[in-house]
């Protein structure tokens, strides 16, 4: 049963719009929540977290907002840009779990010019 | 330079070969991971060492075996796989220390594409 969930496959987006990728989570005991970006034949790279003592964290045109009563997260990039396109994990992990990460099954965002 | 190297990128091996994958980080990290992704899969935690202990064993077969000689380097010996172990592995590091050990990000380095034949 997965504990983090990307129901979105696939976005595509026109570059200089608004890009939303959404994440649910089903474990209470999350509480420090991460957004990894891949791209091709490299590993994921860290984008932005946040954890659950707030409801939004921002750097640069990355904005994390987190609903814990909803069990929901989101990433907002704006604007986006042909360069974002990639595949964005969200990945959760709980307090003393070691920081062992649980990760969704990632969205592939596409930017086009 | 992503301060998480992994070798090989890529490997192909017989169900009978018996190989390793090797991990270093430059990041100064203390804590190093295995995951698995396969197809259409959610990256799957698979060993965990912390202060190269493992800490974590996610019913992992037998088959993979982890070996971490310091915080730098973590190994993953590999023999008799079968063909749905064919994946890409990633190698993560990160720093924790005693208390909050969510706070830290994991670095991943870019994995090795293994394939079993």
């Known amino acids: 049963d997965q504990q983090v969930k990307q129901n979105s496959p696939s976005l595509s987006v026109q570059e200089g719009r608004i890009s939303i990728l959404n994440c649910d989570y089903t474990?209470?005991?999350?509480?420090?929540f991460l957004w990894y970006k891949k791209y091709p034949a490299e590993g994921p790279t860290f984008l932005i977290s946040?954890?659950?003592?707030?409801d939004k964290n921002e750097d640069g045109r990355f904005t994390v907002f987190l609903n814990k009563s909803a069990k929901h997260l989101s990433l907002h990039i704006v604007p986006s840009q042909p360069g974002d396109s990639a595949v964005y994990f969200c990945?959760?992990?709980?307090?003393?779990?070691?920081?062992?990460?649980?990760f969704g099954k990632g969205t592939k965002l596409s930017v086009k010019p | 330079e992503t301060g998480v190297t992994q070798t090989p990128r890529h490997l192909v091996m017989g169900m009978t070969n018996k190989k390793s994958l090797k991990c270093e980080q430059h990041l100064g990290h203390n804590a190093m991971y295995w995951y698995k992704q396969s197809a259409k899969k959610p990256l799957e935690l698979m060993f965990v060492y912390n202060f190269k202990e493992q800490t974590e064993n996610n019913s992992v077969p037998s088959r993979f075996s982890p070996e971490c000689p310091n915080s730098s380097h973590l190994f993953l010996h590999l023999h008799t796989l079968q063909p749905e172990d064919s994946a890409l592995y990633l190698c993560a590091s990160s720093r924790v220390t005693g208390g909050d050990v969510g706070i830290r990000p994991q670095h991943f380095g870019d994995g090795t594409r293994l394939s079993i034949l």
């Open positions: 474990n209470s005991m999350f509480d420090y």
């Open positions: 946040i954890s659950s003592i707030k």
């Open positions: 990945a959760a992990s709980a307090r003393g779990s070691q920081g062992n990460l649980i």
